[in-house]
């Protein structure tokens, strides 16, 4: 994709220099348009161009931005929008929620958590649409999962299987600590999960859980630096040793019925691939690393230790990052206690529970995710319940 063919976003700005440092921020995953009063920005969203998302400011010269909020509202009802405010946020959360905002940043901004917001925002409508759940002939059950082909950004590879959970299929349950297990619903397959939670190229081997690391078309951008493409990129050899018989295209990653083998060797791609994506800079990376490591200790008893330490290593090194996303800071927090709790470190893990509390001191309810809240629940269970009997794990 070139630059013309990215998404699309309007920042609706009237501080020029603001709004050039949001471009700046931007434009290595959007093509990033300005506008600097309401009126220009009313003319813009009534032009042909569609947006796949608006970043607004409130106080605009002209019109203010409810005003233009409203315009854009007239004509695209679904567009998302992330409002950017230096008022207080109980002034503007009435009317902003009224209008059907993605978000309310306050000034100075996170531009961190505005790229990740924008990024979860314009991916929901961009979507493309999925294949139909596969079903067992067998007993008429559908599996709780979607299959969508996607391209390798390192390769070029344009068959990528990626799996994408059902919403409501499946029950996923944290309660064991440092792995989940799995629940379907009436009418699904009974599925384990961790199967198909990493989409692996088999050309190349880039592999990854988050379906935004691998592109919808062959000529997408790719969302990071180019330097760690190059490095994804140099390391496709080592990849390949890591895969014992690999074949030049090894389609036993794109079948969902991977053997306890075929997980493994997954999960250890990703977690090496995670190299690249934290040289590139992407939010979360160092934690997904830590995620993976961490079901590796859970799957092979004998590495477990090791394992665990090196994942406690990649999620602390997480929390070093002030700009990680509070969606992102909460999943650490949650492994940082179960590893510490494995560690036998229990003093270290009511420390890192003060540092949630103290996360979400002053967030009101409305502002927390789903996604944040599931992981808040799963904190509270495992500090109240601990770690299960025994951690290794099979896989179903």
């Known amino acids: 994709m070139n630059y013309s063919e990215k998404p699309s976003i309007l920042v609706v700005e009237d501080s020029r220099v603001l709004a050039k440092v949001i471009e700046q921020r931007l434009s290595i995953a959007f093509r990033v348009e300005t506008a600097h009063d309401g009126e220009d920005a009313i003319r813009l969203i009534e032009s042909d161009t569609v947006y796949a998302a608006l970043v607004l400011d409130l106080v605009l010269p002209k019109v203010d931005g409810f005003e233009v909020l409203r315009a854009l509202r007239r004509k695209n009802k679904q567009t998302p929008v992330v409002i950017i405010t230096a008022k207080p946020r109980h002034a503007v959360e009435s009317d902003a929620k009224e209008l059907g905002v993605e978000a309310i940043l306050s000034k100075p901004l996170d531009f961190a958590l505005l790229q990740d917001l924008l990024r ?186 090791k394992n665990f330490r090196e994942a406690l290593m990649c999620c602390e090194n997480q929390l070093k990052h002030k700009d990680s996303p509070r969606r992102v800071l909460v999943r650490t927090y949650y492994f940082c206690i179960v590893l510490n709790m494995l560690l036998n470190r229990t003093i270290v893990g009511r420390d890192i529970m003060k540092k949630v509390e103290a996360l979400y001191a002053d967030a009101r309810y409305e502002e927390i995710s789903e996604e944040e809240r599931e992981w808040l629940m799963r904190i509270n269970n495992i500090w109240k319940n601990g770690i299960a009997h025994g951690i290794s794990r099979e896989i179903v």
């Open 120 to 305: 979860q925002a314009t991916s929901k409508i961009l979507a493309p649409k999925m294949e139909e759940p596969y079903i067992n002939r067998a007993n008429g059950k559908k599996y709780p999962f979607h299959m969508s082909n996607k391209c390798c950004f390192i390769c070029g590879y344009e068959k990528v299987h990626v799996f994408t959970p059902v919403p409501g299929a499946t029950n996923e349950d944290w309660g064991h600590g440092p792995y989940p297990t799995y629940k379907s619903s009436a009418g699904f397959e009974d599925w384990d999960g961790i199967k198909t939670l990493v989409a692996v190229c088999p050309y190349c081997f880039f592999a990854s859980s988050d379906s935004a690391d691998f592109a919808e078309k062959k000529d997408d951008a790719y969302p990071y630096s180019e330097e760690s493409k190059k490095i994804l990129a140099r390391s496709i050899s080592n990849r390949k040793r890591l895969v014992p018989e690999a074949l030049d295209i090894d389609t036993r990653f794109n079948h969902p019925h991977r053997d306890r083998e075929a997980v493994i060797v997954s999960l250890v791609l990703a977690e090496k691939c995670c190299n690249g994506l934290i040289l590139a800079g992407k939010s979360g990376a160092y934690c997904q690393a830590g995620v993976y490591t961490t079901l590796l200790g859970a799957l092979q008893t004998t590495t477990a230790e």
